[in-house]
């Protein structure tokens, strides 16, 4: 997920994992800890694709701030801080301020609480400098300082306008240039409340607000480990901020891939996210799979990467790729080889949960065309090239330009066929195989035959004999030859259908071995490896969702041993870190060794909250309890006893408790299963 490294010159601004960080998409809110935005880094206010605000800087006339903490989680955040020096000669802080913000979807509401214990009257004035700035996040992530803008006086408030955007900032102080003030007065046991907000407009905004609340359920998690529930809590919060909705498809709501740097509609992350949140309900999955089948490819367009029936990669504006020569148009990039499968796959996967099968017949027609452009590597492996020079060199979820290395650390050269994505095509084409047949569509055994080729010539091609014994190459590069590299790909073949058992146990041993499983969760290169880095951006690092994908994969496997120690270190490991980044997941942080830290140190650009990084936390829950909707049942993995109350299936509660001794009650679910044509689910 990482079209703007893709320029020249590029490189990371300021680290971004300790500030303070706020979002109600499309508006987000970076700050420092202590809440001041101050004019340096990556802090500011963003909407969309660019920064509005670039500082809002809380300055007293007299004493000094001294930060105390502050939390943060979706829309809203505290900042308590006390003012020494401007109270009386107590050794006690006697002046307390706390800042409290939130975030909404057309701007920043806050308000400033000061208060004091000081026997003698407190008087100061309090400023907050405000910066104006129009710059786009390309612009910022390349390093580049946005000019200054001309703003004015607009009635109590600061405004300025330029890209489609009017911002303006009001409060209930005075306004003295670019500076709002506030005259406190205070007696001893009093306190004053201040405030100030930001509004944003866009007239380009392809964004609306969702018009209906979060569509997933909210579950309790009662069990003997709590940070599952901790970090569930959080997530839904930060993901409830995260919803977005397309106005061509105003009726769907999709998550927007991450803040700062991702915040817009993203083909493969908001399709993984939708997948992990299924045991919490369809209706995300529906506005997801509509959202997406609303910008399916229609013609061929190389710049952009579009081909008819493929599901795109992301929307900007601002020439990212360079697709439009019109700065102001929107710019759709179809540079993602895996999202179609993974489009198909949801499709499936949200039937076997329930959705209605009705909105299933509605998008049988887009999966079709998904179809009709897999079939053109039916005669061999799925595979990319980017042929325009402007956009991803790789077009996996490792998507920088340096993430497909040989064990020798040599760099690949395209096409690349992944590994990981045959196992979703194979996936893919059972999944539509599957529907054709309860739909009553023609075409069901073609698509078999198709994945049990795939499968042999993944068997026959793939497998490398590596450091710690067979495996499944990264990939094959352009002469055919296998990336003999480990790597976290692998755990995403899981559960795919593409393995044999024994070929399962195998992969599922490798990914619990040290060289994998050896930080906080499962790194995406084996410390083996001559490309291993533990802050390389796909080389080494730990990202959440790719382990809880594997998880999800080593819940299939019911029974096995060996899945069930690999998955109970990689569950404990990602809480681990849950604990580290106060249960907000980042994007991705460091694959160090566990015996060399106490906690995983952060990557300086990772996006937080992040979209499947928060959904994470649900594909844990449900491969923890062993989840599987086709039909439903529940096989514990690991974690032990619990009760979780809340899930959904096919619109209807569902509550799992496992006692301590592993057996399984499904509660709220039919005794009888309901008869859908050709549907799998079942009661439990």
Not at 30 to 56: H, N
Not at 234 to 244: E, G, K, P, T
Not at 451 to 463: K, P, S, V, Y
């Amino acid at each position: 997920m990482t079209e703007l490294d893709t320029a020249a010159g590029h490189h990371f601004p300021d680290a971004i994992h300790d500030q303070a960080i706020t979002v109600a998409a499309p508006v987000c809110v970076l700050s420092d800890r202590d809440g001041q935005i101050r004019p340096t880094g990556v802090t500011g206010v963003f909407v969309s694709d660019l920064r509005v605000l670039r500082r809002a800087e809380l300055v007293p006339s007299v004493g000094h701030l001294v930060h105390l903490g502050s939390s943060a989680s979706g829309p809203t955040a505290t900042f308590d801080a006390v003012l020494l020096g401007a109270g009386d000669d107590s050794p006690d802080p006697t002046v307390r301020i706390r800042r409290q913000r939130t975030t909404t979807a057309d701007g920043v509401d806050e308000t400033i609480s000061i208060s004091s214990t000081a026997i003698t009257p407190v008087r100061l004035t309090l400023s907050l400098i405000i910066l104006p700035e129009l710059t786009t996040l390309a612009a910022i992530r390349g390093g580049v300082t946005g000019a200054e803008v001309a703003y004015g006086r607009n009635g109590d408030g600061l405004h300025w306008t330029g890209d489609g955007m009017t911002v303006s900032v009001t409060g209930d102080g005075d306004i003295v240039a670019d500076t709002l003030r506030w005259s406190v007065a205070l007696e001893a046991g009093t306190s004053q409340t201040l405030s100030w907000r930001l509004r944003a407009a866009d007239k380009r905004a392809w964004t609306i607000i969702p018009r209906d609340p979060a569509p997933w359920s909210t579950p309790s998690v009662d069990a003997r480990d709590p940070r599952l529930g901790w970090l569930l809590e959080h997530a839904l919060a930060d993901l409830d901020a995260l919803r977005m909705a397309d106005a061509a498809t105003p009726d769907g709501q999709f998550i927007g891939a991450g803040v700062p740097w991702y915040l817009t509609l993203f083909g493969r992350d908001s399709l993984w996210t939708a997948r992990m949140l299924l045991p919490l309900g369809t209706a995300l999955a529906e506005g997801t799979l509509r959202t997406l089948a609303g910008r399916q490819g229609r013609r061929v367009d190389a710049a952009a990467c579009e081909e008819p029936g493929k599901i795109m990669h992301e929307l900007r504006r601002n020439q990212i790729f360079g697709v439009s020569s019109d700065p102001d148009a929107l710019e759709v990039y179809y540079g993602t080889v895996d999202a179609t499968m993974l489009w198909i796959s949801l499709l499936a996967d949200a039937w076997r949960w329930g959705l209605p099968e009705a909105t299933v017949a509605e998008l049988l027609p887009h999966m079709m065309r998904g179809l009709e452009w897999l079939d053109r590597f039916r005669g061999d492996l799925v595979s990319y090239v980017d042929t325009t020079g402007r956009g991803l060199a790789n077009q996996g979820w490792k998507d920088s330009g340096t993430s497909v290395r040989f064990h020798d650390g040599r760099i690949a050269e395209p096409p690349i066929a992944l590994c990981e994505v045959q196992g979703y095509a194979h996936r893919a084409a059972l999944d539509a195989a599957e529907l054709m047949d309860a739909f009553g569509l023609d075409g069901s055994d073609r698509w078999r035959d198709y994945a049990t080729t795939l499968a042999g010539r993944f068997r026959d091609r793939f497998w490398v004999d590596g450091p710690s014994g067979p495996q499944p190459a990264l990939a094959l590069d352009r002469q055919g030859r296998p990336v003999d590299s480990l790597t976290s790909n692998i755990g995403h073949l899981i559960g795919t259908g593409m393995l044999s058992a024994a070929e399962e146990t195998t992969v599922a041993r490798l990914l619990g071995a040290p060289p994998l499983a050896g930080g906080f969760g499962l790194r995406t290169m084996s410390s083996l490896d001559a490309a291993f880095d533990p802050l390389s951006y796909h080389c080494g690092s730990i990202w959440p969702h790719d382990t809880a994908i594997a998880l999800l994969g080593l819940s299939s496997m019911s029974g096995d041993a060996v899945a069930r120690t690999t998955a109970a270190l990689l569950i404990d490991g990602l809480l681990t870190a849950a604990e580290g980044f106060d249960y907000r997941l980042p994007e991705l942080y460091a694959g160090d060794d566990r015996s060399s830290v106490r906690r995983p140190l952060p990557h300086p650009a990772a996006c937080r909250p992040q979209a499947w990084s928060a959904a994470a936390a649900v594909g844990v829950l449900q491969a923890a309890l062993g989840l599987s909707a086709g039909p439903l049942s529940a096989a514990p993995l690991a974690m032990g006893a619990m009760t979780v109350r809340g899930l959904q299936h096919g619109g209807a509660p569902l509550d799992v408790t496992i006692d301590r001794d592993g057996r399984v009650r499904l509660e709220g679910v039919p005794a009888v299963p309901a008869q859908r044509s050709g549907s799998r689910v079942e009661s439990g």
